[in-house]
């Protein structure tokens, strides 16, 4: 874990963790948590999703 000054020390994606199995749309290793997907996302993927997110929300406000 990295010690950061004032704060407690945090996983990160790079760390083995219980929680860190993956991107959940391919195979890559996930680069970091997608509150909107619900889960692990790599960075490809994670822009993909926000993409279509965003084309999501300009067809609803047609």
């Known amino acids: 874990m990295k010690a950061t000054a ?8 790079d760390e083995l963790s ?7 749309l391919c195979e ?4 970091g948590y997608d509150a909107a997907y619900g ?4 960075e ?3 822009d993909a999703f926000g993409d279509l ?4 929300r ?4 047609e």
């Open 44 to 46: 490809e993927c994670a």
């Open 6 to 13: 004032g704060l407690k020390p945090c996983a990160t994606a």
């Open 18 to 24: 219980g929680r860190n199995h993956g991107c959940g």
């Open 58 to 61: 300009e067809v609803r406000d």
């Open 39 to 42: 889960g692990a996302l790599c």
């Open 53 to 56: 997110r965003s084309d999501v």
């Open 28 to 31: 890559a290793p996930a680069d």
